[in-house]
């Protein structure tokens, strides 16, 4: 209870006779208070970020979690509603809308939403809020514990954009944890050549699909990623499908380690049955090759000299170490070798077909033929 006097008449010593007051009973907000201490207690020394809001919306107590998040300090906030000064300009409208209906629902709920810091920096944040009723059972308040989603929405976000890109590329990705060896990751190219489902693929491990590398072979042979005394490992081997068929492949294989993620495997597997069609080939031609006299060159498809036989070698002087990977024009042609002829040539090989053209070349000496 507190007395107010208004009117007060004292005696010649200063004695009261009497006054005119009022009385106003405090009993509700001093159990109001009560409930507030009580309330606050825990959230004042959690780590989560904690508003109290009353029943209309308003705040009447955030923590100094709170403050470390939104960089608000609490004498600024009280008595105000969190979207009048969390909410800018990228705060999706629906996301307002859906948080006010769950809080006239009455009931517990989980939100994420975007804020923003008191220096205008946006955050994401999921909100638990659990209503307290009064004896009557009416909502007279809300707990709000909020935690900072900003940087698991980002990778989230990353990790989404990297499958992905992943699925879009041609090769076989498979990714695989270091002490299990079970794949976390595969991807479209990945299933698409083992002809498992992604959920059957998700159970196996790299020595269930290549039978020529059992548990403890494969362990042995991943060790220097582990022990870091290689950077990666490229190999051929085979991968058997879920039908039996094997498919010969090429293997680049990296250990990722770092304090972020989990240690994991990356292989990067490119099937090569029509590469080792093409290898064959060569090697067939370059056995006929050896034997004559005549000049060989054989290149890719883009003129880039891939075998030249040893008669090459003789009449130029060019070995095939020196003229690999280039285009035989580079080594061959000089100053007197017709522009015309050179560019029949280059008209002949792009028809495909068989053509015969003579050319002057000229020979790692300088001498012409």
């Not at 507190?2 to 001093?30: P, Q």
């Not at 920096?121 to 909100?127: A, E, M, T």
Request: with cysteine; glycine share 6%.
């Amino acid at each position: 209870m507190i007395a107010k006097g208004i009117i007060a008449s004292r005696t010649e010593n200063g004695e009261v006779e009497w006054f005119i007051g009022s009385h106003l009973d405090i009993t509700r907000r001093k159990i109001h208070e009560q409930e507030l201490d009580t309330l606050v207690l825990v959230p004042k020394n959690t780590l989560y970020p904690v508003l109290i809001n009353d029943k209309w919306g308003d705040i009447v107590f955030a923590n100094s979690s709170f403050h470390k998040m939104s960089g608000y300090n609490v004498e600024e906030i009280i008595g105000k509603k969190p979207g009048e000064f969390l909410h800018g300009p990228n705060t999706k409208e629906e996301d307002k809308i859906s948080f006010r209906k769950k809080i006239d629902s009455g009931k517990s709920f989980t939100q994420e939403i975007l804020n923003y810091t008191k220096s205008g920096k946006p955050y994401r944040v999921s909100c638990f809020v659990d209503p307290v009723y009064d004896k009557k059972g009416e909502v007279k308040r809300f707990i709000s514990i909020q935690t900072d989603v900003t940087q698991e929405r980002k990778n989230q976000e990353y990790l989404a954009t990297f499958k992905n890109t992943l699925d879009q590329t041609e090769d076989c990705v498979f990714i695989f944890d270091k002490d299990h060896l079970q794949f976390s990751y595969v991807n479209y190219g990945a299933i698409e050549m083992m002809e498992y489902t992604e959920e059957e693929l998700l159970q196996l491990h790299p020595y269930d699909i290549k039978p020529e590398f059992p548990e403890e072979k494969f362990r042995e042979f991943i060790k220097p990623l582990i022990n870091k005394k290689q950077a990666s490992l490229r190999f051929r081997t085979f991968h058997r499908t879920k039908s039996g068929k094997d498919i010969p492949i090429e293997v680049f294989l990296q250990f990722i380690f770092n304090e972020n993620v989990n240690p994991h495997f990356v292989a990067i597997v490119k099937d090569i049955t029509a590469q080792l069609e093409i290898e064959k080939k060569l090697e067939r031609l370059s056995l006929v090759a050896e034997k004559t006299t005549n000049l060989v060159v054989i290149t890719d498809d883009k003129g880039r000299i891939e075998y030249v036989n040893p008669a090459f070698e003789q009449k130029t002087g060019y070995k095939l170490a020196e003229v690999m990977g280039g285009k035989p024009g580079k080594f061959l042609h000089g100053k007197e070798t017709n522009p015309l002829h050179i560019k029949a040539n280059r008209a002949g090989l792009k028809t495909l077909k068989p053509f015969t053209q003579e050319i002057l070349n000229y020979a790692k000496s300088g001498e012409k033929y």
